[in-house]
RNA sequence: GGGGCGAUGGCGGAAUUGGUAGACGCGCUGGUCUUAGGAACCAGUCGAGCAAUCGGUGAAGGUUCGAGUCCUUUUCGCCCUACCA
């Protein structure tokens, strides 16, 4: 099965649609039939029968089921969490829309902002994720390895200070890998939304303090230059290992509420952040880890040391090998004394979905006034997006449609959610859907996919290797959750991840994009075709994108140089996880090669119109054969770069071996084997070909004789103490002395042989290495 | 800061398990045919050398009869990730 769906909800249609006053739904169809249009040009086998679109209500109504099926199951809640919030447009920015801490669409400073937003429970399944990813033996490293780091498992171990102050605050909860470095404890560091941040809602000081924090923003590039800052409160943290021993308690801007408690003890000799705070405030900074090669003098002076080291000036601690030892001793050692206890956290956070947006699928939820859920009932789904609306308003333009928003269940007036589902949600699922395209009732059928499922290959590029496949791998288990009739955890067996097709970027004397149709080349230097021939400058090569117009009309590419040529190309240089390099010389000379093919062709054609009685037919069958066999490994492997150089093999040998004597039959069964196996990367010849042949079969692949393979004779390398000296071809399979013999007779090789003969290496059929 | 991947001619890149390095294409050089060619065809194309030969896969070292491939160190480049406690 090779299916065809478009993920056709998103912002980029919302924008467009903004931008020309259009329907998104018009404008997102018009754009799928000309996307259609090209795919069905360049010959791809596409079983059309199973198209599906995000966008459509087909495919969104099972969608919302699917939520609330969630939703029963607990997997799915709403709580309130802080957001990228644009002032100007009122809406939620995702962290990649937030650039140098401004939206990148308004310019204007992103706050942060507590907002009630729906999330999907991912984080319950955090193990199963990252212990599941070594059953995946056909998916990348790379993309394994990414995984691992996003979901990000930590061992350590919470620690309860207790807290002397003013305030009702009797413990602050940090949870640390270091426990070994508790010695080395100078100050407490909380997050600004940590819980005890009521107590200074009052405080200027600090509401002051805050603003200075969100003004940075909540976008990771920002926190990552931004300076440390600290706002002071009256508490004291005790150390529990040396209780006489008493540390300020600050909020600081470095500590993140959603990793760990939003807490964490501060050890400035052993982090560099922790580092840089005591060093601006002027904290202790205790040593207490030493490189090995150093005495217990050593102190910490210019930077934090974290490399592996012995402990010191630590008490019981003394000695233990940091960090390997003296971790799991130290956790030991809390646990007895019920100061500390082993705990696991995880990076990776439940997953955020609502969308402050109208193209999208709504969110199956309504609410009384009192903020209580009520999920939509199934005879009232799916939830459909209103038509013929105002795009142009602030904010989310569903909130603006008040008919819309009413509802009345069970005879209850409620308000509908107007957030829509993140298009992570739409893409989660899709292969179950193209496994059952049609069916009304449910997004899939169990019998369906179970004859399906898992996808056998999957194949997209490495900017999904995190998002869209971790997503997907949760969308499978939160199905199967307390769920009998759904036993695949894992959507996708194996995993290919391809490049993307790049092209030089231009830009005119005034910064703007040029695209490459308006230049013409000038004695070697580029230029505008019109307005002056102005000179431009050449940027980077970069995926094709429409806003910066390094892009390729691919019609126009098929109209001049044909579908075949643009097929050819794109497999035939880089390896296809590779990126390629668009060129007018790479296509044109596609198109050269399709020509060659072509006087092969006629070559062929006039040879078989022939009567020859010779039949000399070894070669070619031992050609063909191999070919074959090459052409099903490549396959196989992906290799199609080197496939094109096959077939660049097959014309250079044909274009000769053709002048010798064949009969007809000999050549006509050979290159109809020929063409079938080059017809998946150029259809469109082949098939013009095999008609002009008029050859009527339907094509099967060919089987390849591997006893005509075996040769008779063979290359053996000849090597003088590891030197390569010469080629012998000899017949197989010789014993090693009737080799050496052979190359005693050699002149050219004899010569070499000055002394003695120490040792002989013989690898059959491949080399001799005479070691002298 | 942490992690990963990679480095082969002028260029894109080949090279099952360690066993003929540079397949194939682009570009370039020379030639043939042409009024002309930016078409087609033929020949050549890792470097040095007239040659025999020698050197050569970022650098240095190691394992091995033998290393582009395995190990150690190092340089450079790319990618991911990041106040993750």
């Not at 400035?268 to 580092?275: G, N, S, T, Y």
């Not at 840089?276 to 040391?305: G, H, Q, R, S």
């Not at 009732?441 to 997209?460: A, C, R, S």
């Amino acid at each position: 099965m090779h299916p065809m769906g478009w993920d056709s909800f998103g912002m980029p249609a919302e924008n467009a649609a903004k931008q020309n006053n259009l329907d998104p739904k018009t404008w997102t169809e018009s754009n799928i039939s000309k996307m259609k249009v090209q795919l069905k040009k360049l010959g791809l086998s596409i079983d059309w029968d199973r198209e599906i679109s995000t966008c459509s209500e087909e495919y969104y109504k099972h969608q919302q089921k699917f939520f609330l099926e969630l939703y029963k199951k607990k997997l799915v809640y709403r709580k309130e969490n802080y957001v990228n919030w644009d002032p100007v447009d009122q809406t939620v920015l995702a962290n990649e829309q937030v650039i140098d801490g401004k939206g990148w669409r308004s310019g204007a400073v992103v706050e942060r902002k507590k907002l009630n937003q729906w999330f999907f429970n991912i984080s319950k399944f955090s193990d199963d994720l990252l212990e599941s990813l070594n059953q995946l033996d056909k998916w990348p490293k790379k993309v394994k390895l990414m995984q691992k780091n996003w979901i990000g498992k930590s061992f350590g171990c919470e620690i309860n200070f207790k807290i002397e102050g003013a305030l009702p605050i009797k413990r602050i909860k940090c949870f640390t890998t270091r426990p070994d470095t508790l010695f080395g404890f100078s100050f407490l560091a909380v997050s600004i939304d940590h819980e005890i941040a009521k107590f200074y809602e009052k405080d200027k000081d600090f509401i002051k303090f805050k603003d200075e924090c969100s003004k940075s923003g909540t976008t990771e590039e920002s926190i990552a230059v931004g300076e440390k800052i600290g706002f002071k409160t009256d508490l004291l943290a005790i150390n529990p290992v040396d209780p006489s021993k008493k540390v300020p308690v600050y909020f600081a801007n470095f500590v993140l509420m959603d990793y760990g408690f939003g807490a964490v003890f501060g050890c400035p000799a052993h982090d560099q952040r922790d580092f840089d705070f005591a060093k601006k405030y002027n904290l202790e900074i205790k040593t207490v880890v030493k490189p090995k090669e150093e005495d217990d003098t050593f102190t910490v002076k210019e930077k934090a040391f974290s490399d592996d080291g012995v402990i010191i000036n630590s008490d019981f601690l003394n000695g233990l090998e940091a960090p390997n030892n003296s971790v799991p001793e130290t956790i030991k050692i809390l646990e007895t004394r019920k100061i500390g206890k082993k705990l696991i956290t995880f990076r990776l956070k439940d997953w955020g979905v609502s969308r402050q947006r109208y193209w999208g699928c709504p969110i199956p939820i309504a609410y009384d006034e009192e903020g209580n859920e009520y999920p939509i009932p199934d005879d009232m789904l799916p939830v459909k997006l209103p038509k013929n609306i105002d795009l142009n308003v602030k904010g989310n333009p569903l909130d603006h449609q008040k008919n819309w928003k009413e509802i009345i269940i069970d005879g209850k007036r409620l308000t509908r959610e107007t957030d829509t589902l993140d298009t992570f949600v739409c893409s989660s699922w899709y292969y179950l859907r193209f496994c059952s395209p049609t069916e009304k009732n449910y997004g899939y059928t169990k019998k369906d996919i179970d004859y399906w499922m898992p996808v056998d290959q999957y194949i997209g590029g490495i900017e999904h290797a995190i998002l869209h496949l971790l997503y997907s791998r949760f969308f499978m288990r939160a199905l199967a959750f307390e769920n009998e009739n759904f036993n695949i955890t894992e959507p996708f067996e194996d995993l290919f991840t391809q490049g993307m097709v790049c092209h030089e970027t231009y830009k005119d004397p005034e910064d703007n994009w040029v695209s490459p149709d308006e230049i013409e080349v000038v004695n070697g230097e580029k230029r505008l075709r019109i307005n002056n021939k102005i000179k431009i400058t050449v940027g980077p090569s970069e995926s094709m994108s429409k806003s910066k117009k390094n892009t390729i009309d691919p019609e126009k590419i098929i109209e001049d140089y044909g579908a075949d040529s643009a097929r050819l190309f794109i497999l035939s240089d880089s390896p296809p996880e590779k990126d390629v390099q668009w060129s007018e010389e790479g296509i044109s000379s596609s198109y050269k090669f399709i020509q060659k093919l072509w006087n092969l062709h006629l070559k062929f054609e006039d040879e078989i119109s022939k009567k020859h009685k010779k039949d000399s037919s070894e070669n070619i069958l031992k050609f063909t054969n191999l070919f074959i066999k090459k052409i099903e490994n490549y396959l196989e492997n992906f290799s199609y770069n080197v496939i094109i150089a096959s077939m660049h093999e097959m014309y250079n040998f044909f274009i000769k071996e053709l002048n010798n004597e064949y009969t007809k039959e000999t050549l006509y069964e050979n290159y109809i084997k020929i063409l079938t196996v080059i017809s998946p990367i150029i259809p469109h010849y082949t098939s013009e070909t095999l008609e002009l042949l008029k050859y009527k079969n339907n094509l099967s692949w060919p089987l390849y004789n591997e006893d005509i393979l075996i040769e008779d004779s063979v290359n053996i390398v000849v090597q003088i103490n590891g030197k390569k000296r010469g080629l012998l071809t000899l017949n197989k399979n010789l014993s090693e002395e009737m080799i050496f013999e052979e190359i005693q007779k050699d002149e050219k090789l004899s010569k070499y042989i000055s002394g003695p003969i120490k040792n002989k290496i013989y690898i059959q059929n491949k080399l001799m290495n005479l070691i002298l």
